[in-house]
């Protein structure tokens, strides 16, 4: 059985809640993603914030990334999958969610990784994929 732990991309890094989006930016480029994990000030997830995002959602409204914090940037229940489950439960959730991107945490509640599409690509059957892709992406 492939599992969420299998599939995942190790070592995704949290950014917290209370860094400037210009600080989040500069972490994307530093480790060449383009999400990251919100933390809190107890390390639990409370978001993910993307480089669209920074730019939708901040830049293009005339606001300065170096104001705004990730924490403010955050809406919504944050979806994650522990790394045992498997590889259905893991398209379950993004595809149910229509989500790109989604923290994989351990038994201790910490973040162990990311699964993102390019992670999928490697590890699923076209037809799996293709699924995936006209469920995300298609407008409904």
């Known amino acids: 059985m492939t599992t969420a732990k299998d599939i995942m991309h190790p070592g995704a890094q949290?950014?917290?809640?209370?860094?400037?989006?210009?600080?989040?930016?500069?972490?994307?480029?530093?480790?060449?993603?383009?999400?990251?994990?919100?933390?809190?000030?107890n390390e639990r997830?409370?978001?993910?914030?993307?480089?669209?995002?920074?730019?939708?959602?901040c830049v293009a409204e005339g606001h300065d990334p170096a104001k705004i914090t990730c924490g403010?940037?955050?809406?919504?229940?944050?979806?994650?999958?522990?790394?045992?489950?498997?590889?259905?439960a893991v398209l379950d959730e993004m595809q149910g969610h229509r989500i790109k991107r989604l923290p994989v945490i351990d038994e201790q509640k910490k973040l162990v990784g990311m699964i993102s599409e390019a992670d999928l690509a490697q590890h699923l059957t076209d037809e799996q994929l293709a699924k995936f892709v006209e469920s995300v992406y298609t407008t409904h």
Do not use: F, Y
Not at 14 to 41: F, K, N, Y
């Open 14 to 41: 949290w950014i917290p809640a209370h860094e400037t989006l210009d600080r989040a930016a500069q972490l994307m480029r530093d480790l060449d993603v383009g999400a990251l994990p919100i933390a809190d000030s």
């Open 45 to 57: 997830l409370c978001g993910i914030v993307t480089d669209r995002d920074i730019v939708v959602r």
């Open 72 to 88: 403010e940037l955050a809406k919504g229940t944050p979806r994650w999958i522990e790394t045992g489950a498997d590889v259905t």
